[in-house]
DNA sequence: AGTCAGTTGCACACTGGTGTGCAATCTAGG
DNA sequence: CCTAGATTGCACACCAGTGTGCAACTGACT
C-alpha cells in the first residue's frame, strides 16, 4: 500500500495533466489515469472543487518559484522571459491548466490562487516596458497573460507537427511581447 | 406567431453569443437566451449536436465572407490583416465560438465545418509570407489561428478595460504575425 | 369559420456524473 | 504476527441535462 502522501501527490500530479487537457474531465477520468479508484479520489478530496482548487494552488506555487528564479538573475525582460519559456516548455502541458481552469465552471474560485502568477507575469513585463525592452501596446497584466497564453498555443501545435519547437514559442511570445524581430530570434537561439 | 425562419435564424443567433461565452451551456440556456420554450430549439435541432455544428456551419459561412471581401482589395497582406480586424471588431463575440467549439467534445465533428475558414485564414498569412510583410517564424496554418485567437484575448479584456481598443487588439496581433512595430502602429491607426 | 404550421407546457425515460456509506482487503511498520 | 491507516469494491441517493411524446394553444392565411 502506497503512503498516502504518494498517493495524494501522484492524483494531484496525473489530474493536472488531465485536467489541462479536458476540464470537465470526471473524477473517474482522474482517478483510472492515476490507477486508483475512484472512491479513493474522494478519500483526499472531498469534492471535485476541492480537487481543482488544490490543482491550482500548486500550479500557482511551481509557477512562482520558476518566475522568482528566472527573474532572480539580473538581466534585460525580454532576456528573463525567454529563460522563462525555456523552463516551462519541458512539461508545457502541466501549466497548461491555468488557462483551462479559468474558462471552467470554477473561474472565480480559482483567480485568487492565481492571481500571485498573474502579478509576477504583470511585474516582469512591467520591467521590460519601463526600461523599454517590451512593447507598450497593453497593459502589462494583459500582455504577460497573452505572452503566457501563447507558448501554450504553440506548444499544442508542437506535438503534431515536429517543425515547431522552443525556439517557435520564444520567438512567437517574444514577439507579443513588443520585441523587434531580430532581439527576439537572437533570444530564442541562446 | 413568428415565421419559423426568423426563429431558427433567432435561436442561431442567440447560441452564437451563449454557446461563445460557455461552450457548455445548456439547451436550457439558449432556449431561454432566445425568448423560446427549450421544446422549441429540439424542433429546430433534433440534438444539440445538430445545433452546434449549425452554428459552426454559419460561423464559418459569415467569416468566410468577411475574409474574401477583405482580400478583394489589392494590398499587401499586413494591411488586409488590419482590415479583417476591423470588420470582425464590433461583432467579436459573435465569432468567438470558433475557438471556443473547437475545445468542446464535438471537436471533432466540427474541425471539417472549420477547415475552409483556417485555410483562408492560412492562405492570407502564406501570402504575406511570400512577398516578406510577415514572418516566417510559425507555419502559416499556426499563425493564422494564432493571430486570430490574439484578436479575440484581447477583445475580451476590452469589456472591462475601456484603454484597450480596436487599434490595440490590430497592433497586438500584427505584432504576433511578424509585423514590425512602427509599420504595425501606422496599420492600427488606420 | 376552418385549417395548418409553429409553438407551448408538461410528463416521461434515460444517461452520466457527483458524493456517501460501509464492509472487506491489503500492507508497511512496530 | 498484529494492527492501524490506506485502499478497494459495491451499494446507494441525487441531480442536471438530453431527447421524446402528446395534447392544447395561437395566430396567420384562405
Redesign the pocket.
Known sequence: ????R???TRILDVALDVLGQDP??????V?TAA??????V??????????VLALAEQAATELQGILAEVAAVDRAADATWADFVAHIWPVARRYRVLLALRRSEHGAGIHALLAPVDQALADLVRRGQDDGTLGRHLPALVLGQLAYATVFTVAETALTDDTVTVASATTTSLLVLGVPTARAEELARA
Chains 1, 2 share one sequence.
Open positions: 500500500m502506497p503512503s498516502p504518494t498517493t495524494r470537465d474531465a470526471s473524477m473517474a477520468d482517478a490507477g486508483v479508484v475512484r472512491r479513493t474522494y478519500g483526499h478530496f472531498p469534492s471535485r472543487t476541492d480537487l
